[in-house]
DNA sequence: CTGAAAGCGCTTACAG
DNA sequence: CTGAAAGCGCTTACAG
């Protein structure tokens, strides 16, 4: 006489587990091996895996449970073959700073870290007329899951309007509102350089300077803007023969400052729109034989690993770019699952405080 | 009556690229459209794309002329899947310095600018101990086609071997030889500390101080071996008074400058085993009210860009990070081509001169 | 030198 | 809630 025996769930669990702990030895596991010693189809693990609401609790365990105990991880490759689109999330650059580069990395690794995707780099070149035709190749061979795009590739709007084109995700790191809030991460810089006007005044400075980056980045008019009207609301006003256009170089930056230290009154601060042309002002003071802050204060942008390196160490504005990077990965995968989003998200520089400020000499 | 026209080569290729010409519409092409329009079996363009000699010239040369009418490029998940291996080179770095793997990843994609290879970023922390689990998740479920290892993940022999039982190609950059040829991209770090020395040497100098990287990094011993030779070999020696270890960061090293500069008796110049510490010395040198190169001449090593930045300009000892990244990466890709190679490849680093040494004060 | 068949490890309609 | 069949775009033996 043969008994139906109908096991309980924690009996058929452990009974899963033990035929997939025998599985072990036998290398990678497969979809097709989950199936066999779930006793389900291939399709319903492939609904496990992707997360599918239609599967029975009670069988969408037992299949997790073989799945952990083999360690088993779907191959990327074929799940892109057959989605149609790769695990490979692009960040796609031209920002000549390496600091700012390598952080950005980093915080797209960190949001990425326990997820399938993995972070590729394509640098390119604005200047290059064939980056978007290169751009489009990389897409259509490679499908990539999505694109990061930090300043100033992030502010091409042709770029973008082909990444729509050929169906691809992509999220816009700039400091102006160029897109919708679910593709964008908003950077206040306008609100940081305020805090450098801020600084300067509280201190004492009647008589400012600023060096401002190149007019093809919407940095440099954010910054300047901000720094322009924070001035005005402190009773200031930005002199226009002591403001001065540099490339966000090292070099513009020396250059721009020894102008500034011949002009017909010496100002008495300088607000330079990136680390580096600070970095080129030093020089520059240091060579006309001058002091930093006794004879003039510098003040930075973007806090790059430099500003506390020198000396004395510069007063600059930070951005959380690593943060930023996080966040631009994490609003592409948001993204992926179809949430609408209404707020942007935005970060809001601040200013870090060193040496290289202080009251201007008939104050002090 | 019929009439046997046998086409020569020329009409027989034009016919085939106007045939492809029309298909150009209907979108992305794939190994079949190329077949069907080259009238070959798709075993036979999958020869033309991966050079089989196994294909007559002239079936070659008609397949190629659709592949490029069409701008067809065959789809690298499905030749992955198929051949069990990606087509993605991973950089596998600890390395702290920004710039060195920024300047790594330029040279890299250099070299694989036209390939069908992607580079992925893999850092880690060689503190951690499930790193190698991780990357061993990593090369079993994205199959690598190759890594690439700088320092001091280089080092790691297990790490290597790890790969090796998994199959995966890689390339060690190290400064001392870890493995064989093929596999090896060699730093002669030390022939650039002696020139360091051998200048310092040449300038009068006799008191001079070594700030060394920490001792878990070859290239710290790399170098201070090469400095203390040099030394010898001109008459001096290495004083154990004057040689500090640093821990390759700002901070170690104005720490070890100051103490340094509070040794019995100062030295007239000191070769720090990086340009963080060289960077950190100068600060101290600030601090304590001396002048760079007049009271104290400093040296570093790698030529940052904060070297040029700095003032006076700091002379130091150049690697050519980016071309070491390119010819590791070139390295790859000849492995996989089954190439045996005999010599290694290797990078001698060359001092260059800037303004933060001269003649010791007594001799000027 | 060339091709038909099978397979890489997944997912997508479709049917139940 | 579940499954059998077909397909994603390639390559690998195998046969000729």
Redesign the interface.
Known sequence: MTQEIKPDHATELAAAVEAAAEFRQHG?ATINDIARIAKVSKKTVSRVINDSPLVKPRTREIVKAIIAELGY?P????R??ALRR?F?VGLVYDNPS??Y???M??GI?DALEET?F????R?VSRTDDHYPGRLR?FI????PFGLILPPSVSEDDALCEMFRANDVDYVRIASGMLDEPGRMILTHDSEGAAQAARHLCALGHEHIAHIHGPESFRSAHERRGGFQRALEEAGRALDPGLTVEGGYT?DSGLQAMERLLYAKRRPTAVFAGNDEMA??A??AV??AGLRIPDDVSIVGFDDT??A????PALTTVRLPIREMGRAAAALLLEQAAGVEREEVISFTPEIVVRESTAAPAGRA
């Open positions: 990678r991880a191959d990327p490759q074929a892109a073959l790769s490979l390496p600091q580069v390598v952080n990395q980093r690794l399938d993995q972070l590729v780099l640098p190749q259509q061979q490679h499908k090292f970095t080129g030093y020089v240091r060579k690993p430099i506390g390196r020198l000396w």
